[in-house]
């Protein structure tokens, strides 16, 4: 019997799939430090994680008879991908599983910043019942997202899907990805067929003229202290991808100085310790990096790694 360790969790849908295969799936949460022993003692065949776990060459050079590596989920920078695979371990992800649920968010704190809802929400249970009519008056400002011209860095299956909802809101879209020049998206509303084909264009262009400006991209600096100089004052700065695509620093002052409006972070240069200078600031949206953290989400993702785990040790 296979024996597989999903160490930062796993739905209940796909534990059902696995152990219904013929599958030992444990769900212990183990260390970092003794992750080594476990998976030698117990004899683990395949090692799931999600973002907490990290898989480098240590780890992996410890644990010879690892066969699988899987990331539930999309980006992969906790795992060294390519020393893995130079061991003849294979490394799997799931990259559709959560595209929805991340865009969600996206719009979750778009409309947040564009309504200060972030910010009245801080407010209103301290001064709503002595100040109702200033605070009335201080958050009455807001825009519509219709109209407003979207950049999206990264178009993945993320990126590909934050567009569509942009798109169904009425907004404009700028679009950068080094990898792709034209990509035709196609979906479906109310039983109608929809194809639009969007062109990429500069880093620099998306930069210089989108309203609002969403991350998703896999890591790297993207917005970095000369980036933040090309920015249309005023601008909405959202990262769901990683905290080291946004330099922090150069936010902060960009905040302070009025050149970006508001800014929606799911994700921090120092996790699981963010900078306190980051979070307390007045003009940030905030979450705990929750973008793939519904519940179907959850769901599509356990299934699709039962059955990623089933193929690859199917196929030997």
Same mark, same amino acid.
């Given at each position: 019997?296979?024996?597989?360790?999903?160490?930062?969790?796993?739905?209940?849908?796909?534990?059902?799939?696995?152990?219904?295969?013929?599958?030992?799936?444990?769900?212990?949460?183990?260390?970092?430090?003794?992750?080594?022993?476990?998976?030698?003692?117990?004899?683990?065949?395949?090692?799931?994680?999600?973002?907490?776990?990290? =898989?480098?060459? #240590?780890?992996? $050079?410890?644990?010879? /008879?690892?066969?699988? &590596?899987?990331?539930?989920? +999309?980006?992969?920078?906790?795992?060294?991908?390519?020393?893995?695979?130079?061991?003849?371990?294979?490394?799997?992800?799931?990259?559709?599983?959560?595209?929805?649920?991340?865009?969600?968010?996206?719009?979750?704190?778009?409309?947040?910043?564009?309504?200060?809802?972030?910010?009245?929400?801080?407010?209103?249970?301290?001064?709503?019942?002595?100040?109702?009519?200033?605070?009335?008056?201080?958050?009455?400002?807001?825009?519509?997202?219709?109209?407003?011209?979207?950049?999206?860095?990264?178009?993945?299956?993320?990126?590909?899907?934050?567009?569509?909802?942009?798109?169904?809101?009425?907004?404009?879209?700028?679009?950068?990805?080094?990898?792709?020049?034209?990509?035709?998206?196609?979906?479906?509303?109310?039983?109608?067929?929809?194809?639009?084909? =969007?062109?990429? #264009?500069?880093? $620099?262009?998306?930069? /210089?003229?989108?309203? &609002?400006?969403?991350?998703? +991209?896999?890591?790297?600096?993207?917005?970095?202290?000369?980036?933040?100089?090309?920015?249309?004052?005023?601008?909405?700065?959202?990262?769901?991808?990683?905290?080291?695509?946004?330099?922090?620093?150069?936010?902060?002052?960009?905040?302070?100085?009025?050149?970006?409006?508001?800014?929606?972070?799911?994700?921090?240069?120092?996790?699981?310790?963010?900078?306190?200078?980051?979070?307390?600031?007045?003009?940030?949206?905030?979450?705990?990096?929750?973008?793939?953290?519904?519940?179907?989400?959850?769901?599509?993702?356990?299934?699709?790694?039962?059955?990623?785990?089933?193929?690859?040790?199917?196929?030997?």
């Amino acid at each position: 019997m296979k024996s597989i360790l999903a160490n930062d969790g796993m739905d209940a849908s796909g534990i059902e799939r696995l152990t219904a295969a013929g599958f030992n799936v444990q769900t212990q949460a183990i260390p970092q430090s003794e992750l080594a022993t476990y998976i030698n003692t117990y004899n683990i065949d395949a090692l799931v994680v999600r973002s907490a776990t990290k =898989v480098r060459k #240590e780890l992996i $050079e410890a644990c010879p /008879q690892l066969k699988i &590596i899987a990331r539930g989920g +999309v980006g992969m920078d906790n795992i060294d991908v390519a020393f893995a695979e130079s061991k003849g371990i294979q490394v799997i992800n799931t990259p559709a599983a959560s595209s929805r649920s991340v865009a969600e968010l996206v719009f979750a704190h778009a409309f947040s910043a564009v309504r200060f809802l972030y910010q009245s929400n801080r407010e209103m249970p301290v001064r709503g019942t002595i100040a109702f009519n200033e605070l009335k008056k201080k958050f009455s400002e807001g825009t519509e997202l219709q109209g407003k011209t979207l950049g999206i860095l990264g178009f993945g299956r993320i990126g590909q899907a934050v567009a569509k909802m942009a798109l169904g809101l009425g907004m404009q879209l700028r679009v950068y990805d080094p990898n792709i020049t034209k990509l035709k998206l196609a979906w479906s509303i109310a039983a109608s067929e929809i194809t639009v084909e =969007v062109q990429t #264009e500069s880093l $620099e262009s998306v930069l /210089q003229h989108a309203d &609002i400006i969403t991350c998703h +991209v896999p890591g790297g600096e993207l917005i970095g202290p000369d980036q933040f100089l090309l920015l249309k004052p005023g601008v909405i700065l959202i990262n769901t991808s990683r905290g080291s695509v946004i330099h922090e620093n150069s936010l902060l002052q960009a905040l302070d100085s009025k050149r970006v409006a508001h800014a929606c972070l799911d994700v921090y240069a120092h996790e699981p310790q963010p900078d306190p200078s980051v979070i307390q600031h007045p003009k940030l949206s905030l979450s705990p990096h929750i973008g793939a953290a519904t519940r179907e989400a959850q769901e599509r993702i356990g299934i699709e790694l039962a059955e990623l785990l089933i193929k690859a040790f199917a196929n030997g």
